[in-house]
Structures are given as structure tokens and as C-alpha cells.
């Protein structure tokens, strides 16, 4: 059974700070991971999609890395701004579903 | 606009009352399917739709029904909602049913309280 774990729980940094999220999954068989964002109550949105092929995408100020092998991904946000403070959550596309980390909470503070 | 529409976005009902929340999307995908997030638990698949007319359970089926009558809309039915169905539902689209490595989106969410 697949499980993602996502660590931090939750963050709290300075605007400006680079900061890195962390995502690992068990069972290495993916067809790809997607980053989303939710702010408070609210939808998902996607952030990156990076197929099981691809080692990275970036989008803007962010940047997600895929080791498929290793089972973990990671999300580079660069100069983080207080829009940014969010829950952010990966999932890994399974067979049938997408399965969910719990999510890091990120806050910035000006 | 490339978009998954949910209906209503909140609701207040009261236990054995039947609800259905409406999901549609616009993006012509094959895949549908819905998600309940609950604190400490995250999400969790509840339904699932390869096609029209191709629907199969998620994880927690359990207390819910789903139709796919047409490729754009999959609602969910609660025929007797209780207490522990409280939660906040997410239906979400993708492109090929049987092709796996496409984008997921999601619809706004839908904030259900069962009293």
C-alpha cells in the first residue's frame, strides 16, 4: 500500500528565505507526482507535475525534483514571499488514485 | 477557462436527509473522481470514474452513491447522511482514463456539516 509522508508538518520562515519541502513515498511504481497548494478552506491547486520519466520541473520561483528510484521529491521555493504561506501537499498518481501526503503548513512572515 | 465546478460549496443538512453534490468539468476528460479531506486523516478517495458508465469504489465508499450518465458531470449522493460524513469533499478530472500520467484538477470544495 502506498504511503506519503511529507516533513515538515508545518514551517515558519522570513520573507525572503529559500526553503526546501520534503515528500517521500513507499512504493516507487508511480506515473507521476504533482505538487498542490491550499489555502485555508479552499481548493487544490496544482502547482508541478513531473511524469515518473523526468527528474525535475520548474515553475517561476519553484522547483520540484523527482527520485523515483529513492521514493522522495522535493519543493524549492526560492525568495518566498508572504502570498506563499499555504499548505502544500504532493500526491503520487497510483493505479487507480492519486495518494495524498498530509501536507506541510507554510507560513512566511514579513 | 479550464475548470472542475462543484455545487454547492456549503452545506448545512440534517442527518437522513438525501444531498447531492454536483461536480462538473469542462476540460472533456475521461477520469473522474471524489475526495473527502478530514484533519489528521488527509484525503482520501471515496468514488472513481474511468468513463461514462464506469464508476468503481475508492477507499471509504461506504454511505456514498455515484452516477456517470455523461462524460462532463459526476455527482456524489449521500441517500442518508450522518454526523461522520461531515467533511470537505473535492471531486477532481484528468485527461485519458486508462492513460495515468496526466494533470489532476480539482474543483473548489465542498464544505458539508451533518448535524
Known amino acids: 500500500k502506498q504511503e506519503v509522508t511529507q516533513i515538515p508538518a508545518a514551517l515558519s520562515v522570513p520573507e525572503g528565505e529559500n526553503l526546501v519541502l520534503n515528500c517521500s513515498f513507499t512504493d516507487s511504481a508511480i506515473y507521476n507526482l504533482q505538487w498542490f497548494r491550499q489555502d485555508p478552506g479552499k481548493g487544490l491547486t496544482s502547482l508541478l507535475l513531473?511524469?515518473?520519466?523526468?527528474r525535475e520541473q520548474t515553475s517561476g520561483r519553484l522547483n520540484a525534483s523527482l527520485d523515483k528510484s529513492s521514493g522522495r521529491s522535493t519543493l524549492y521555493i526560492a525568495a518566498s514571499q508572504p502570498g506563499d504561506s499555504a499548505t502544500y501537499l504532493c500526491?503520487?498518481?497510483?493505479?487507480?488514485?492519486?495518494?495524498f501526503g498530509q501536507g506541510t503548513r507554510l507560513t512566511i512572515n514579513p | 477557462e479550464a475548470q472542475v465546478t462543484q455545487n454547492p460549496r456549503y452545506l448545512i443538512t440534517v442527518t437522513g436527509k438525501k444531498l447531492t453534490v454536483t461536480c462538473s468539468q469542462n476540460m472533456n476528460h475521461e477520469y473522474m473522481s471524489w475526495y473527502r479531506q478530514d484533519p489528521g486523516l488527509g484525503l482520501r478517495q471515496i468514488y472513481y470514474s474511468m468513463n461514462v458508465e464506469v464508476t468503481d469504489k475508492g477507499d471509504v465508499p461506504e454511505g456514498y452513491k455515484v452516477s456517470r450518465k455523461e462524460k462532463r458531470n459526476f455527482p456524489l449522493i449521500l441517500e442518508s447522511p450522518s454526523p461522520n460524513q461531515t467533511s470537505l469533499y473535492f471531486c477532481?478530472?484528468?485527461?485519458?482514463?486508462?492513460?495515468?500520467?496526466?494533470?489532476?484538477?480539482f474543483g473548489q470544495g465542498t464544505r458539508l456539516t451533518v448535524v
Open positions: 513531473i511524469q515518473s520519466s523526468q
Open positions: 477532481a478530472s484528468r485527461g485519458q482514463g486508462r492513460i495515468l500520467n496526466t494533470e489532476a484538477f
Open positions: 500526491a503520487v498518481q497510483g493505479a487507480q488514485k492519486l495518494v
